[in-house]
């Protein structure tokens, strides 16, 4: 069998693979004939083909090239479809862009721009100004000027709400202490612990209270002359209900005012509108921070916000200036694709035309609407033999690290089969192109439009299609 196998140099001379010599060039379509057959030989080394085996493997070895090919030169992040019904969700690159930060984008993106000009003087610019006016709108807290001397908030931006907590605690407390109740060592997403992240921005951390309860009297029993910042870390991604204490935001400002000490909120969720509206109640938000007088505030961009990813750092003016003058900032700071999304997203916001941000309109999609969506689905895919589907109530999740507690009430598609079991059904919508993220409850695999764009619909009724039938 290993004498069949053709050399590299006949597989090349096929005819079947000129059109991939000509597309991708005679290097890599060498290399994807030699990746093809060395898989071979391995194959029949190790029985895992008999003869017959082997010699169809043999006749299509050019056509197992050219898959190769396209495997190795395809991209590999790629977009899929997000059926699971998590909006925010972090494996998926968190909020989509809406389609006019998409265009804003690929405008700055194809050609110059002004970044760091100022077109009015012909000097030099800082390229915060173009996010600065936005913010200073967006986050004009109405007794935020009352509570601070120096007037509105001040905002930068970095590359993560991580890299802005990690600047933030290294500008105001490096060498010294900060308070954080032990209630709030959180771990984040990828095994990333708060405690870690203060460990490398050169601050000592000094944990009071317990797990579940944390005075007032806690912290400022743990104040001393080395304290350079109190934190408070929002639970984003859980919820500890029952025997459980904490001061408010008002009362830690209050407390760090009495001591002069800064009072920092690694806040994470971004959020700058009420989701009342939506059936999300207490989650809170930028505004509600900022109007308890926290001296510094940290949120994430790609999450309600609904904008690219991003670390936005507002508080108090000279707090944030020092900030701009720390080395790290250079280090940490955004390009000007992300300002770009950045700065569309806010003018959405600005104009309170929340249903041009992707996660926003998921968010407060009606249940009802989702039901429509998931019953047309439902007519396009038609009834298969030995297919069960049906549309039943359901929970969407907001996700990445918001609203814990929070659930949206939606309509699933349920699928089983009597071939095929839900992790192969859900294996075979993975495999698919585009690739589809389902999930799986009560052993059905089950699918939620809410997180479906609607020109993804014809796609996923394909895939649907495809997985579905027997022969395959």
């Known amino acids: ?144 000027a009352s509570l601070h001397t120096e007037g509105a908030p001040d905002t930068i931006v970095v590359n993560n709400c991580a890299a802005a907590v990690l600047l933030a605690l290294n500008t105001l407390a490096e060498g010294g202490e900060v308070i954080v109740s032990r209630g709030e060592l959180v771990e984040i997403g990828g095994s990333f612990r708060v405690p870690d992240v203060m460990a490398k921005s050169g601050a000592h951390l000094r944990e009071v209270g317990t797990t579940n309860r944390t005075r007032l009297s806690d912290y400022e029993k743990g104040i001393t002359d080395n304290t350079r910042l109190l934190l408070r870390v929002h639970r984003s991604n859980f919820a500890m209900i029952g025997f459980t204490e904490q001061p408010t935001s008002q009362e830690l400002v209050a407390l760090g005012r009495k001591h002069r000490v800064p009072v920092m909120e690694d806040l994470g969720n971004g959020l700058l509108l009420n989701l009342a509206a939506a059936g999300v109640h207490g989650e809170y938000g930028l505004h509600e921070s900022l109007a308890a007088g926290t001296d510094v505030v940290c949120v994430s961009g790609d999450k309600l916000l609904g904008g690219p990813q991003a670390g936005i750092i507002s508080g108090r003016k000279e707090l944030v200036r020092r900030m701009r003058a720390n080395p790290l900032f250079r280090a940490l700071r955004v390009d000007k694709l992300t300002y770009a999304a950045l700065e569309s997203t806010l003018l959405a916001c600005v104009r309170e035309d929340y249903s041009q941000i992707p996660a926003l309109r998921m968010i407060f999609t009606p249940a009802a609407e989702i039901r429509r969506r998931s019953e047309s689905l439902l007519a396009q895919i038609g009834r298969k033999a ?87």
Request: hydrophobic share 40%; aromatic share 4%; proline share 3%.
């Open 1 to 144: 069998m290993l004498r069949q196998i053709p050399s590299v140099d006949e597989v090349l001379r096929s005819p079947s693979l000129l059109a991939a010599i000509t597309r991708e060039g005679r290097a890599a379509t060498t290399d994807a004939v030699r990746a093809v057959l060395d898989r071979l030989r391995e194959e029949i080394n190790s029985g895992h083909l008999d003869d017959a085996g082997a010699q169809l493997a043999i006749e299509g070895i050019a056509a197992a090239a050219d898959r190769e090919l396209h495997r190795a030169l395809g991209f590999s992040l790629q977009r899929v479809i997000n059926a699971t019904g998590v909006i925010l969700h972090t494996n998926f690159g968190r909020a989509p862009l809406s389609t006019v930060a998409l265009q804003h984008l690929s405008d700055i993106a194809s050609g110059y721009s002004n970044l760091e000009f100022d077109l009015s003087t012909g000097k030099r610019g800082r390229r915060d100004a173009h996010v600065e006016r936005l913010f200073e709108r967006l986050l004009a807290v109405h007794n935020y």
């Open 386 to 472: 030995g297919v069960q589907i049906e549309v039943i109530e359901g929970k969407s999740l907001i996700g990445g690290g918001t609203a814990p507690n929070a659930t949206l009430p939606t309509f699933l598609l349920a699928i089983t089969s009597d071939r095929k079991s839900p992790e192969q059904l859900q294996a075979g919508l993975r495999s698919h192109s585009p690739a589809v993220i389902s999930r799986i409850e009560d052993d059905r695999l089950m699918l939620d439009m809410r997180t479906v764009f609607p020109e993804e619909e014809r796609g996923l009724a394909n895939a649907l299609e495809d997985v579905l039938q027997f022969n395959h």
